[in-house]
């Protein structure tokens, strides 16, 4: 009986994206009629948001992958990154880019490092864990003026998301603190690529080459967002994503919370933006709770954000664990911080 169970359930491990994709593709078609309106959306949502956002700040960082500002910032702020993040001082570049243009740049960076043999492969997956991040042209700009229609919103949610990002970097610095490669051996030299310093003589090519690489990137971002804002369409036009919410009602009245946050935290879990976008519409007098939510939810950066970044690293030797156990203490964090500036300081009460 029960190796005939255990055959089940080897069948089912073996075909279960076979039997996922097929369900998918049926689904297109079946919910047709409320499928291509959110594929617009989701179209219009990166051609109108994400483009113009984060496009510029790939080709930035792909340009100044090309000078010496690795080794630049690597010489000023070694003395921090080493203590704090355990990472040495060219790990800052991520850090910083990760937090001034968004999603997956921290990423890329990190992956960048560890092909280009600039950091080990300890101190990427460190560097993972915590440097990317989302921007502050869609935490105050988008969640912020546009969602909440408060400035000062968003400013506490871009303070709480950086003290909850230096908080995870902090306790990821002891990730394989053990472990060999923590002694800052790196690859051996003869495998390792080399970025062309950009002159003047090759300033057309490496320009090109930046364009084409940051065009890679922000397709691929893409595909992603028409994927899951067709994902999420499905999902509430089966009635499954209100399906799911019903076994989590329990647990919100227990704690007094209004469970139309449920469906909205579900959809911000697959992808940020809409989740975000479906917490902020929600009308209660405690809007604070809000705000909360969104900061658990800008944290963790959501399913669509985890398989950008998995589609990034499994081109390297890089570990994604780090990055998932991290993004999870992120949302706790900021969500943590978020609370408490709400509560110590009147200012930052939105409550009416």
């Known amino acids: ?18 039997f996922l994709f097929t369900t ?22 990166w051609a109108s948001s994400v483009v113009p956002s984060l ?26 990154m080493k203590p704090l993040f355990n990472i040495r001082g060219e790990g800052s570049f ?4 990760g937090l001034i243009s968004g999603y997956p740049i921290g990423a890329k960076i990190a992956c960048n490092f560890r092909e280009n043999n600039i950091c080990s492969k300890v101190e990427c997956e460190r560097l993972l864990s915590f440097t990317n991040n989302s921007g502050p042209l869609f935490i105050i700009g988008t969640v912020g003026i546009s969602m909440f229609g408060n400035s000062t919103i968003g400013a506490l949610l871009f303070i709480t998301h950086i003290l909850a990002c230096f908080t995870v970097g902090f306790i ?104 975000i976008e479906l917490i902020s519409n929600i009308a209660i007098k405690n809007i604070s709770i809000n705000v909360i939510i969104s900061a658990f939810i800008l944290g963790c950066g959501g399913l669509s954000i985890f398989l950008q970044v998995l589609s990034i690293t499994s081109k390297t030797d890089l570990s994604i664990k780090p990055y998932l156990y991290g993004k999870i203490l992120h949302g706790l964090f900021a969500a943590l911080y978020t609370f408490i500036a709400i509560s110590v300081i009147p200012f930052f009460n939105f409550n009416l």
Request: glycine share 4%; net charge positive.
């Open 1 to 18: 009986m029960f190796s005939k169970f255990n055959f089940y359930v080897i069948k089912l491990k073996k075909n279960l994206f076979l």
């Open 24 to 45: 998918f593709a049926i689904s297109l078609l079946v919910f047709s009629k409320n499928n291509l309106p959110a594929v617009k959306s989701g179209l219009l949502l």
């Open 55 to 80: 496009f510029p700040f790939f080709v930035a960082t792909e340009l100044l992958m090309h000078t010496n500002i690795i080794n630049f910032l690597g010489i000023i702020l070694n003395k921090w």
């Open 94 to 97: 991520a850090l910083v880019m």
């Open 172 to 275: 990821f610095r002891y990730w394989k603190f053990k472990d060999e490669e923590n002694k800052y051996d790196l690859k051996n030299k003869n495998t390792s690529k080399s970025s062309t310093t950009v002159s003047v003589h090759n300033l057309g090519e490496v320009l090109a080459e930046s364009i084409t690489s940051a065009t890679s990137t922000i397709l691929l971002i893409g595909g992603f967002v028409v994927l899951f804002s067709s994902i999420i369409s499905i999902l509430k036009a089966s009635g499954i994503l209100n399906s799911i919410s019903l076994l989590f009602v329990p647990l919100f009245n227990s704690l007094n919370l209004d469970t139309s946050f449920i469906p909205a935290i579900l959809t911000g879990i697959l992808e940020i933006t809409n989740g």
